[in-house]
């Protein structure tokens, strides 16, 4: 224990590192900064851990703040001497710094070690984000890292001067933070003008036979870079606004890489957003020239709708819905059961495809409110006309039970991962 009361953490073999609330903390920061005349700051801001909090309460923030300190640990742990501190600036801030205390004279650490430190972690923590939150959720979280140094003035507190470099620090993490999405931006918006995606194709098979029903098309961005992972690529088109160029381009990169490919007989499934009505592409007086370059008919091609667009802009999915059945394409609804309004989503939209959420699909071979979920679901698509298709299928028990309930389609990692068509 430190003599505050702080807990003291052994880092490496010697060294040792002081941590608590920064406040407790003060008399010894002030008292070691006197002595080496310098001090430098690196902080996380934290403040993206508030969700988690908001949404699942206290310990899940507790359990993602442990993962992150160890992180901190892992990543900034061989650099740490004794008496450097790590600690939360105070109780109602989410920010997480570390104080190095280096002799004044040691103009390298601060001039090129305290910067690289501040990259490593970063780094570490881009990297591990999704671990940092895991299993609370899936979506990209920001933890951005700053740096700053203070030397010690005579005339002002001690106190005072480190509380103005972790403040420095805390600007130097934002603005690198818009930095670094002012350049994101700009690479999603080169990306989207060179049409820079590439498309996959995921199985749908007859689960009676298993034979090839049809196929979804997938979007995927550049081989080897973040933007591989559709759900980055469809973050960013959203914080941009250009969702609806994306939405497009997508389609266009599906429909060019089926033209003479697409085995007779089988179902082209593109993913769409209902604002797709308005892709001058198939507009009225160009669709079928849109089709014929590809070698398709209406009929070959259904369109996917998540459930989450369909609710949340009913009105606009059900003037899509009525736009494309007319002219003789299908409609699904996707991501059925996965949160949102589901039965009576089914029963409002009156797709011909149901397409059950994998979140669903799931463990359902051993899960009763599943299986009665999906059984429910099956019985309403029968009843207007509509097939299901079960997304996610990863394992024979899962099939099996998905089988029982009579459901006729599926797809997922059972069947194969997503390729090219044959």
């Given amino acids: 224990m430190s003599s505050s009361g702080v807990e003291v953490l052994p880092v490496g073999t010697a060294a040792e590192v002081a941590a608590g609330l920064i406040d407790e903390l003060m008399p010894e920061i002030a008292a070691r900064f006197t002595v080496t005349g310098a001090v430098g700051v690196v902080l996380v801001d934290t403040s993206a851990l508030a969700e988690v909090e908001r949404l699942y309460g206290e310990e899940a923030y507790r359990r993602s703040r442990r993962e992150l300190d160890t992180q901190v640990l892992n990543a900034l742990g061989g650099y740490l001497e004794s008496g450097d501190v790590i600690a939360t600036v105070d109780a109602g801030h ?15 650490f601060y001039r090129e070690t305290l910067p690289a430190l501040a990259r490593i972690l970063s780094d570490v923590l881009e990297k591990n984000a999704g671990k940092i939150v895991f299993p609370y959720t899936d979506r990209a979280i920001e933890l951005p890292v700053g740096h700053a140094l203070t030397l010690r003035n005579p005339t002002l ?29 700009r690479e999603f918006l080169n990306l989207l003008l060179a049409e820079q995606v590439q498309t996959v194709f995921e199985k749908i098979l007859d689960l009676e036979t298993l034979a090839v029903f049809g196929y979804e098309a997938l979007t995927r961005g550049p081989w080897g870079t973040p933007w591989q992972s559709p759900a980055v690529l469809f973050e960013m088109a959203e914080r941009t606004g250009m969702l609806f160029e994306l ?10 890489v089926a033209a003479g490919n697409l085995p007779a007989g089988r179902r082209l499934f593109l993913n769409c957003l209902p604002s797709a009505i308005h892709d001058p592409s198939f507009r009225t007086g ?17 369109f996917e709708i998540s459930e989450r667009e369909s609710v949340r802009n009913f009105s606009i999915f059900r003037e899509a ?49 599943r299986r009665a979920m999906l059984e429910a679901l099956q019985k309403v698509a029968t009843q207007i006309g509509a097939k299901v298709i079960a997304e996610g299928i990863e394992t024979e028990a899962e099939l099996e039970a998905v089988r029982s309930l009579g459901v006729p389609y599926g797809q997922g990692y059972l069947f194969g991962r997503p390729g090219s068509l044959p």
């Fill in 157 to 185: 507190r001690p106190e005072r001067s480190v509380r103005d470099a972790i403040d420095a620090a805390r600007r130097d993490a934002h603005l690198g933070l818009a930095v670094r999405d002012r350049e994101k931006k």
């Fill in 321 to 369: 819905r009525d736009y494309y059945k007319g002219l003789g394409f299908g409609i699904a609804l996707d991501d059925t059961g996965s949160g949102y309004a589901s039965l009576s989503s089914v029963i409002e939209m009156v797709p011909d495809f149901i397409k059950v959420d994998l979140s669903l699909i799931r463990g359902i071979d051993v899960d009763p409110n």
């Fill in 286 to 302: 160009t669709v079928q020239h849109t089709l014929d370059q590809c070698g398709l008919q209406p009929g070959d091609v259904v």
């Fill in 94 to 108: 989410d920010h997480l710094v570390v104080l190095l205390f280096r002799p004044r004279k040691d103009y390298l």
């Fill in 247 to 256: 939405d497009c381009l997508c389609r266009r990169s599906a429909l060019r």
